[in-house]
């Protein structure tokens, strides 16, 4: 048989009872046969610091490691005041220095996000995807995820209910593991 797709899923927010937590809890479930959904650890990341990009604490060795493991990548982020919330951005920098020896360089990578407001996150996945352009990173373009008005559309035991976004995590995944294998045949 051949090796599963690892799939490196990071979530934006360090909240108990984080929808965007959930949210990637549903993805787990709905990965596509022939892949595997991990979870990156970003709590306690201290925060960056250029002068100690060469010789980082140990938890930014690990993150760079589980990202360059992973086949893909899988961004599940709040919106912050109209962006990526600081923690993610964080992880972000850590792991793409020192220059020349980004974790991110080539990977694939999807986005989806979760917002108690009517935008679902919008503005903070299109900045993430400003970012990937200079992390090199190969996005899935469609289609976009963006749950709105989070509040409706968990259980009170975290289930994500809403049968509109399960289908969009689906398809998601789905396109993400074919990017991903089209990507690794080149
Ligand atoms: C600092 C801060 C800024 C926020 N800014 C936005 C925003 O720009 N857009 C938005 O839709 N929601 C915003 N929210 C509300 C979040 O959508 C809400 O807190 C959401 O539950 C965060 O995701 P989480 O449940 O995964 O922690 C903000 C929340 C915080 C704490």
Same mark, same amino acid.
């Given at each position: 048989?051949?090796?599963?797709?690892?799939?490196?899923?990071?979530?934006?927010?360090?909240?108990?009872?984080?929808?965007?937590? /959930?949210?990637?809890?549903?993805?787990?479930?709905?990965?596509?046969?022939?892949?595997?959904?991990?979870?990156?650890?970003?709590? *306690?990341?201290?925060?960056?610091?250029?002068?100690?990009?060469?010789?980082?604490?140990? &938890?930014?060795?690990?993150?760079?490691?589980?990202?360059?493991?992973?086949?893909?990548?899988?961004?599940?982020?709040?919106?912050?005041?109209?962006?990526?919330?600081?923690?993610? &951005?964080?992880?972000?920098?850590?792991?793409?220095?020192?220059?020349?020896?980004?974790?991110?360089?080539?990977?694939?990578?999807?986005?989806?996000?979760?917002?108690?407001?009517? /935008?679902?996150?919008?503005?903070?996945?299109?900045?993430?995807?400003? /970012?990937?352009?200079?992390?090199?990173?190969?996005?899935?373009?469609?289609?976009?995820?963006?749950?709105?008005?989070?509040? &409706?559309?968990?259980?009170?035991? *975290?289930?994500?209910?809403?049968?509109?976004?399960? &289908?969009?995590?689906?398809?998601?995944?789905?396109?993400?593991?074919?990017?991903?294998?089209?990507?690794?045949?080149?």
């Amino acid at each position: 048989m051949n090796n599963p797709i690892v799939i490196l899923g990071i979530v934006g927010s360090l909240r108990r009872d984080s929808f965007n937590r /959930m949210a990637l809890k549903a993805a787990q479930q709905l990965a596509p046969e022939g892949s595997r959904l991990d979870v990156a650890d970003i709590d *306690g990341l201290p925060g960056f610091n250029q002068d100690d990009e060469s010789g980082p604490p140990a &938890k930014v060795t690990e993150l760079k490691q589980q990202i360059r493991n992973a086949d893909a990548i899988l961004f599940v982020t709040p919106e912050y005041n109209y962006s990526v919330p600081g923690v993610l &951005k964080n992880a972000i920098d850590w792991a793409s220095r020192p220059y020349g020896d980004s974790a991110w360089t080539g990977k694939s990578v999807a986005v989806m996000g979760a917002s108690v407001g009517m /935008m679902g996150t919008a503005r903070a996945q299109y900045h993430l995807r400003q /970012m990937f352009v200079f992390l090199n990173m190969h996005a899935v373009n469609q289609p976009e995820v963006m749950i709105s008005n989070a509040a &409706k559309r968990f259980d009170d035991q *975290g289930n994500l209910t809403d049968e509109t976004s399960r &289908k969009l995590i689906q398809q998601l995944l789905q396109e993400l593991v074919r990017w991903t294998k089209l990507l690794q045949s080149q």
